[in-house]
């Protein structure tokens, strides 16, 4: 599997790792959900969405637990730039 090629997982020390690695933090969309808040991942050159609220891992991880989430992550472009290309989505069965 190339670098350019989507990955999936559920692994949470490798979803942390490529996070930080990006310069990324765990985040979630304020007065979302169910009272936990839908889970994003916030990269500080991304524009100021003030509807973003930073959360601990811990917070994260329990909530991506709960929702059977995995991080679907890019790590490099097509060119061989660094990607923060990232999207939660429901695990597959």
Request: glycine residues 10%.
């Amino acid at each position: 599997m190339s670098e350019t090629e989507s990955k999936q997982t559920t692994d949470h020390d490798e979803i942390r790792n490529w996070v930080e690695e990006n310069d990324g933090q765990s985040a979630k969309v304020e007065g979302t959900g169910d009272g936990g808040g839908l889970l994003r991942i916030e990269f500080p050159d991304a524009g100021n969405d003030e509807s973003l609220e930073e959360i601990s891992w811990d917070e994260f991880f329990e909530t991506f637990e709960e929702n059977d989430l995995a991080l679907v992550y890019q790590e490099e472009t097509e060119g061989g730039g660094e990607s923060r290309f990232s999207k939660l989505v429901s695990r597959e069965e």
